[in-house]
């Protein structure tokens, strides 16, 4: 019998742990595409006969060792969708960037990769008003890493702004750099609350640079204003350049509407920081558009994961659906997270 999850446990030295294959889409897609590549099509039945819920093709122990040996590599390129060219160049090949990598298979935030603590060092933003980002609302379990927002058991206040809601924002503890491929796979809450996936360079460097790879919301309503009030159905992508000396800041951006609201389903999000006046966007594993600052984007940034209020999109007197969601929608969820660098 086919259970709802797949399990293919495969010790792996180099690692020191073993892999869980979760039976998803997009991670069976990925073990295709090796095997494809490689000429296993037994791999390809057989994983066809997983998606559809019934197993065809006849189970032996060549094919185990197949989908064993495939397991081992399938995740070794950033994921893309049939049809679409890898991007990179020719005698290059993709390495997953292991400390800015992560599956959330464990049951605990890895603190060798990530802060959750907002006030850290050299960080230090709480938050934007009304919504304060708390570390106690980040969980790893069943395979992902939530974030849960919600109401805060009486108001804070803090250097004179007072927050209502919490949420979170996740940082990497290293930074990605020109050349690197970022991507995750992450279900947005189903909120005013946003849900985001960015790098951002250091506090200290002038001017600061900021890449948003998806930002969006989970609910909108007639308080939002009007340029914003199809962002909780949006791919939506930024590359700002952030002054600190009274100049105005300089952004571009691109976006396009999603097939369904942020909140209904998985989609996978990623970016190729190609060269300094060039990045690459992509949905779903296929490319949709390119940034093309002028100014050069070539300082070391770090991932971010932010969910957070915006004043553009404010939360009605009454918490909204921050206040009155289930649970369940009330969550961001980031089924992984995967860096990728060229060599």
Not at 52 to 72: M, N, Q, R, T, Y
Not at 176 to 192: I, Q, S, W
Request: aromatic letters at 14%.
């Amino acid at each position: 019998m086919i259970a709802e999850w797949f399990f293919l446990v495969i010790r792996i030295g180099r690692r020191g742990r073993s892999v869980a294959v979760k039976r998803d889409r997009y991670r069976l897609d990925s073990v295709v595409d090796i095997a494809w590549s490689a000429g296993a099509n037994m791999l390809r039945q057989f994983v066809a006969a997983l998606s559809f819920g019934s197993l065809s093709v006849k189970f032996s122990p060549v094919l185990f060792l197949c989908v064993a040996v495939l397991c081992d590599v399938a995740f070794g390129q950033p994921f893309f969708a049939d049809g679409q060219k890898d991007p990179k160049p020719t005698g290059k090949t993709w390495t997953p960037v292991q400390n800015m990598s992560d599956e959330f298979d464990g049951n605990e935030l890895d603190q060798t990769k990530w802060f959750g603590d907002p006030s850290v060092k050299e960080w230090g933003w709480l938050g934007r008003p009304p919504g304060l980002f708390k570390e106690s609302s980040i969980a790893v379990e069943d395979g992902h890493m939530n974030v849960t927002v919600g109401v805060l058991d009486k108001p804070e206040i803090i250097n004179g702004d007072e927050f209502r809601y919490h949420g979170a924002i996740i940082r990497s503890k290293h930074p990605g750099r020109v050349g690197d491929y970022f991507e995750c796979r992450m279900k947005a809450n189903h909120t005013e609350m946003s849900s985001t996936f960015w790098l951002i360079t250091g506090e200290k460097v002038r001017p600061r640079l900021e890449l948003d790879i998806q930002e969006c919301v989970g609910k909108t309503s007639d308080l939002t204003e009007k340029w914003g009030r199809h962002w909780n159905q949006i791919f939506h992508v930024n590359a700002i350049v952030h002054f600190n000396d009274g100049r105005k800041r300089i952004q571009i951006q691109k976006g396009l509407k999603l097939e369904t609201e942020n909140w209904q389903r998985f989609y996978v999000y990623g970016a190729w920081w190609k060269s300094p006046h060039e990045i690459q966007f992509f949905l779903d594993g296929r490319y949709r558009f390119s940034l093309k600052p002028e100014h050069d984007w070539d300082v070391p940034a770090y991932l971010q994961m932010a969910i957070e209020t915006y004043d553009w999109n404010p939360v009605p007197e009454d918490g909204g659906l921050i206040a009155s969601a289930p649970l369940e929608q009330r969550k961001t969820r980031y089924d992984w997270v995967r860096t990728w660098r060229l060599k």
